[in-house]
């Protein structure tokens, strides 16, 4: 993507959200307390992450490909599972990935 | 039983500003691996300001999708911010137009969780202002230490980097799949239904828009039922 169409998604990005925020200072508290939009704000998070990790972790374009992530995101899992620290999941996924490059040459 | 006074209060936020920095320097790392430059990752950092509609700007950009449908995720994922916003005005009671328009900007899941545990109005004040600097600031030097860290990466450091992006979406969605949130069942059939959607859809439309769509077909299939409900 252009330069310019980076700079119009984080702009517009930035403004939209920015308008969230300040609508639910702004508007009666009824219009928000819905329940679907409990229900998007419940399940929308959990369904578009993990949309973006199977994206992120196993497509290039429009094809689905297997690679060194796949072992990164495997370590990210186990380190996750033993409740291990932001920091340590994103250092052994890395150096996963990176071990996984080296290998596959 | 100690209540809980200033200084727990402001202690609480620096070390949640601390914490948060992480999030910040891998926000900067994903931004860069999406092609967005140091520029762009810190005006986001500055001016969206919630690090989970950053991170899915980012995500749908670096997935080769559309300018539209990365701002439409970040929107999604901005939703969360109006009910925060809901629940913290009868806390914070922002008074005229330019304090409710600076409030605004430092809604989001940290400080909303800060305000609504401080015991007081006045304590819940003080929690949302100094959590709102203390993460502001970290955020945002931390997003630009690691988009210019990222941005230097080559060779193996480089795939390093590939791997770490997917990792830190997933450290995002873990804790909702634990068991003590709040219908964690749910929430995993939710992930893995976004998961299968978005990989099944990635052949056949617009880089990005499968991200867009496995949301979209999700939240169709899991309408509330009154009868699933009572069980």
Not at chain 2, 91 to 98: A, E, T
Not at chain 2, 142 to 160: R, S
Not at chain 2, 219 to 231: T, V
Request: glycine share 12%.
């Amino acid at each position: 993507m252009s330069g310019t169409g980076l700079w119009a998604a984080v702009l517009a990005g930035s403004i939209g959200c920015y308008l969230l925020k300040l609508a639910g200072l702004s508007v009666p508290a009824a219009w928000v307390e819905q329940p679907w939009v409990a229900r998007i704000v419940d399940f929308v998070p959990a369904a578009l992450l993990a949309a973006l990790v199977a994206v992120q972790a196993f497509t290039s374009g429009q094809e689905l490909v297997v690679d060194g992530r796949l072992a990164g995101l495997a370590v990210a899992a186990l380190a996750l599972a033993l409740r291990a620290p932001f920091i340590v999941v994103l250092l052994a996924a890395g150096a996963a990935g990176a071990l996984a490059h080296v290998v596959a040459g | 039983m100690s209540a809980p006074t200033r200084s727990t209060v402001l202690r609480d936020a620096i070390g949640l500003g601390l914490a948060v920095g992480l999030y910040g320097a891998a926000f900067g790392a994903a931004a860069d691996a999406a092609g967005l430059d140091v520029w762009q990752a810190m005006t986001l950092s500055a001016l969206m300001f919630t690090g989970a509609s950053q991170f899915a700007l980012v995500g749908v950009l670096g997935a080769g999708g559309s300018a539209l449908a990365a701002v439409g995720s970040a929107l999604l994922l901005g939703t969360r911010n109006t009910v925060y916003g809901v629940r913290l005005v009868p806390l914070l009671r922002p008074r005229g137009v330019l304090r409710r328009l600076g409030t605004a900007h430092w809604v989001i899941d940290e400080t909303t969780a800060l305000s609504i545990a401080a015991p007081d109005r006045g304590l819940a004040r003080l929690a949302f202002l100094a959590g709102g600097a203390s993460i502001f600031l970290m955020w945002n030097a931390t997003t630009a230490i690691g988009a210019l860290g990222a941005a230097a990466l080559t060779g193996p450091a480089l795939a390093a980097l590939d791997a770490v992006v997917p990792a830190a979406f997933l450290a995002l969605l873990w804790p909702r799949l634990r068991a003590g949130f709040p219908e964690a069942g749910v929430q995993l059939r939710v992930a893995v239904g976004g998961a299968v959607v978005a990989l099944a859809l990635t052949p056949f439309v617009p880089a990005g828009v499968q991200v867009i769509a496995a949301v979209v077909a999700v939240a169709l299939a899991g309408r509330p039922k009154p009868r699933a409900a009572a069980r």
